[in-house]
């Protein structure tokens, strides 16, 4: 009786696993295609841009610059333009436990129901959203092709994030809590490249929205303005 119990609860779980390895991210996830595509709803961007206000040297800042990759309309959340370089922010306030390696295309946020269940939600990995984004900027500063670009996919601190810090010297996956001294440390071993008057070029071009139209020949609600915090020090 004990061999067949085991039988039944092995075959459960590798019939779980079966369908685990056979999900579609998109269609099972909790979040809509958008949510699920370019990073899901709730944002910490205003901790993130309140955080780099306080970053010393000359900088700019850029919230919500739209963008259109592939043909297909999105949003990079924060972009510091700062002496030692470009940086590339995306800021999401989830909770519960988030997986993913920098080359998965999907990450895994798990949220527990109860002792013995809990429930995956699935997005795109945000490390390639604001790869997107660089390519973007780019295209629209394509006479700066020796900018330094940085990445950074900033989470809330409810999370626990199984990569935390896992990342290159370009790229950081972080909570917004070690924001302030991972930027700090960031700046202070970079050289610094932009003069003012550079960041204050790519600041006036930035304003200047990318073309809006999508695959379809639509203009697909790229009119909005970009939010700009000026700030120097």
Not at 46 to 74: F, Q
Not at 95 to 106: L, N, R, V
Not at 117 to 127: E, M, R, V
Request: glycine fraction near 6%.
């Amino acid at each position: 009786m004990l061999s067949v119990l085991c039988l039944i609860l092995v075959s459960v779980y590798l019939y779980r696993h079966h369908l685990y390895n056979k999900l579609d991210r998109q269609k099972l996830s909790h979040s809509s295609y958008y949510d699920v595509s370019f990073g899901g709803e709730r944002k910490c961007s205003d901790e993130v841009v309140r955080i780099l206000k306080d970053v010393g040297g000359y900088k700019k800042i850029v919230v919500n610059w739209h963008y259109c990759e592939n043909g297909e309309p999105s949003c990079a959340d924060v972009i510091l333009l700062h002496e030692t370089g470009i940086y590339v922010v995306e800021a999401k306030d989830y909770q519960g436990w988030i997986s993913g390696e920098p080359e998965d295309e999907y990450w895994v946020q798990t949220l527990c129901g109860s002792q013995l269940t809990s429930y995956k939600n699935y997005f795109y990995n945000p490390l390639m959203k604001n790869s997107s984004c660089i390519r973007s900027l780019q295209k629209e500063l394509p006479d700066m092709k020796w900018l330094p670009f940085f990445s950074m996919a900033v989470f809330g601190n409810q999370c626990e994030l199984e990569n935390a810090g896992l990342s290159g010297n370009t790229s950081k996956i972080i909570l917004v809590r070690q924001l302030s001294y991972t930027i700090y440390g960031m700046v202070r071993s970079a050289r610094k490249f932009l003069a003012p008057q550079v960041i204050d070029e790519i600041y006036d071009r930035l304003q200047v929205l990318p073309s809006a139209k999508t695959a379809e020949g639509k203009y697909s609600g790229l009119d909005k303005k970009p939010d700009f915090y000026y700030s120097k020090k």
